[in-house]
């Protein structure tokens, strides 16, 4: 069983920062496909960004490429969400999510099978 807990969202003017945090149980954290997904009000789940099951790779979603970053600790299992140059378009619920086996198919929801409770991020002046 792998528990995943978020933290760090907000209210952020547009064009603020925001660095959200994922903190995650589990012996073999340095080898889970690590994700982070957005939902907005009356929308679908969707992918922001993700670290590959080896972790020497990470892959963005095109709404966020450049000015989002994701970064991993596997000393401290964490895994972060550096976001830059908000927009309002980028308000939602955060999700960390996680899966405990290697997969190339990161960028969908349905591969994970752990998920935090998720954290609000609020861009508006």
């Known amino acids: 069983q792998v528990q995943l807990v978020e933290s760090g969202g907000g209210l952020v003017q547009p064009g603020g920062s925001l660095r959200l945090s994922c903190a995650a149980s589990?012996?073999?954290?340095?080898?889970?496909?690590m994700g982070w997904f957005r939902q907005a009000p009356g929308k679908e789940r969707e992918f922001v960004a993700a670290f590959s099951w080896s972790g020497g790779s990470t892959y963005y979603a095109d709404s966020v490429k450049g000015r989002f970053t994701i970064s991993r600790d596997n000393a401290k299992h964490t895994v972060d969400l550096q976001m830059n140059s908000l927009k309002p378009e980028d308000t939602a619920v955060y999700y960390c999510?996680?899966?405990?086996?290697?997969?190339?198919?990161?960028?969908?929801?349905?591969?994970?099978?752990?998920w935090g409770q998720g954290t609000q991020v609020t861009v508006s002046s």
């Open positions: 999510a996680a899966r405990t086996t290697a997969t190339s198919l990161v960028r969908s929801t349905t591969i994970y099978n752990y």
């Open positions: 589990g012996r073999t954290f340095s080898t889970y496909v």
